[in-house]
């Protein structure tokens, strides 16, 4: 699947074009802990930061960076033993709430810096105090998956109202995520900026192995990344790539697991871990083993990604009423 926005990408000619640079927006380092196992020493990814830089560059992408859970440590680690990198910059995958409901959103922080970082880290458990932040220090940031962790107890209308508000930059291609909701989120967004809101469509792989890292990119001008990201801000560009498919996402659950316990012997020879932290580890890899075997992984992967298509059907079944609720066009900042 591919998606475009102002630059209408017809033939692979202008992916060739070397005017036209390339950088995967969404991707994970071993930086990324799993949270809800964090005693443990879960991971979301044990791919080390500078083979997601190579595999990056070897498959084309002109800019690089890693955008971990709520982390630049992977960034600020490769930047350290690569201190005159030109063509990589920093960004983060920021977990934020509303606070009235609870739910939960992802936002891509592109270009930031470790003073920036704190205050996310800092502000981020509210979302209403979070966006003023990225929007008083200029910052380039934008909502990833949409509707992954959209609640349906909530009203749509007023969800995407809200964030249309907030945000002025979408991915609209997430190599994770079904096809269905990439399709939903791309019409969306298109549909609202016929109508005159200025919005930036962006893509990435949302990788975490390195077979998927920059399946899924986004394509658009500039000599740096400073430049490459302003072009972004300004809406020129597009996402391009292709999305997983159902079985790659289980592969890599279970690529996961296994690199889990791999990292044993290392993690137990580590000083950075007390005699408690490695019985916890231990723990957590003894219990992964039938965890695996059950299927379990399997189980919760294929119920989230139905979750998936559901939501977006519902969605898309409403689409045209959803629409008139929104009541989409220019806000007074776009006028």
């Not at 926005?5 to 640079?21: C, V, W």
């Not at 936002?107 to 205050?119: A, I, K, M, N």
């Not at 560009?237 to 292709?242: D, H, I, K, L, V």
Request: hydrophobic share 40%.
């Amino acid at each position: 699947m591919s998606n475009e926005s102002s630059i209408e990408p017809t033939t692979s000619e202008i992916l060739a074009d070397p005017s036209f640079k390339k950088a995967d927006l969404h991707c994970h380092s071993r930086f990324s802990v799993f949270k809800y196992f964090r005693r443990a020493n879960t991971r979301d990814c044990y791919n080390a930061p500078e083979d997601v830089y190579r595999m990056a560059k070897e498959r084309g992408m002109s800019f690089v960076t890693l955008s971990d859970h709520d982390s630049i440590d992977g960034a600020l680690y490769l930047l350290n033993k690569n201190p005159d990198l030109k063509d990589f910059f920093i960004s983060e995958e920021v977990e934020t709430y509303f606070p009235e409901t609870n739910q939960r959103i992802h936002v891509g922080v592109y270009g930031l810096d470790e003073r920036q970082h704190r205050e996310i880290q800092r502000l981020r458990p509210n979302i209403r105090e979070l966006v003023p932040f990225l929007k008083s220090e200029k910052m380039l940031f934008g909502v990833n998956h949409l509707f992954q962790n959209y609640r349906m107890k909530n009203v749509a209308s007023a969800y995407i109202t809200e964030l249309l508000e907030m945000f002025d930059i979408f991915e609209v291609l997430n190599g994770a995520m079904a096809s269905i909701h990439n399709r939903m989120v791309h019409q969306l967004v298109t549909t609202v900026k016929e109508h005159g809101r200025h919005i930036s469509m962006v893509g990435g792989s949302d990788a975490h192995t390195l077979k998927h890292v920059a399946k899924v990119f986004t394509v658009s001008k500039g000599d740096t990344p400073a430049e490459f990201l302003e072009s972004v801000r300004l809406g020129d560009c597009f996402a391009w790539g292709e999305e997983m498919r159902f079985r790659d996402l289980i592969s890599d659950i279970y690529l996961l697991i296994l690199a889990y316990n791999t990292d044993a012997r290392a993690d137990f020879a580590s000083p950075l871990y007390t005699a408690s932290d490695k019985t916890f580890q231990l723990a957590g890899r003894l219990a992964s083993i039938p965890t695996a075997l059950s299927g379990l992984p399997a189980a919760v992967t294929s119920l989230n990604y139905l979750k998936q298509i559901v939501v977006t059907k519902g969605i898309s079944m409403r689409f045209t009423k959803l629409l008139a609720e929104i009541r989409p066009g220019p806000r007074g900042d776009d006028q």
